[in-house]
């Protein structure tokens, strides 16, 4: 395996962060890559150096925050007791910034639908939905309940500036699905 020169790991670390920033501040479309240059303090050359354009870097901005979710929120993932996994709302949480861009008005309205997608495929991977299906439930139409339903209150939650903590939040989401799935 390759050994990843720093400058550059930071060099894009400043890029994604200014990314962010910005889409916190204004709509995506009036971004401009001069932008990011002049809030990352590295040159539109370097940005250039590791993304087509400001569509490529959003892409990699998003993939990299759904895979992180996926890693460090799975029940499979062998953590230690010492590292437990977080729960999708400590990761929201902690990533509060990203994700308040991401699913405000001023965010990538394309985030939502790519949100949605890994949502779906995290509860056809990890959930039980065999008390659904006993109830004569199609899967199909449990996760169009359940997916969609999911991502509104990650909203709102953003939205409304994190009223409740997510530790409340993930046993306010465990008795709503207890209630719609058994």
């Not at 790991?9 to 204004?26: P, V």
């Not at 959930?127 to 109830?135: C, I, L, P």
Request: proline share 3%; net charge negative.
């Amino acid at each position: 395996m390759t050994k990843v020169d720093r400058r550059i790991l930071k060099s894009q670390a400043a890029i994604k962060k200014a990314m962010t920033e910005l889409m916190s501040e204004k709509k995506f479309d009036a971004i401009t890559l001069k932008d990011i240059s002049d809030r990352a303090d590295v040159s539109r050359r370097t940005i250039y150096l590791h993304y087509e354009d400001k569509y490529d870097l959003l892409d990699k901005l998003i993939e990299d925050h759904i895979n992180e979710l996926r890693e460090s929120c799975s029940s499979e993932s062998e953590i230690s007791s010492a590292h437990r996994k977080l729960t999708w709302f400590e990761y929201f949480e902690h990533n509060y910034l990203f994700f308040s861009a991401m699913l405000s008005s001023k965010g990538a309205p394309f985030f939502r639908s790519r949100f949605l997608e890994f949502v779906i495929e995290d509860i056809k991977s990890e959930w039980e939905m065999s008390e659904g299906k006993k109830q004569g439930l199609y899967e199909d139409v449990i996760l169009q309940f359940i997916a969609p339903a999911y991502v509104g209150i990650v909203e709102w939650w953003f939205t409304n500036q994190m009223p409740y903590p997510p530790d409340v939040m993930e046993k306010q989401l465990e008795i709503l699905l207890d209630n719609n799935l058994s």
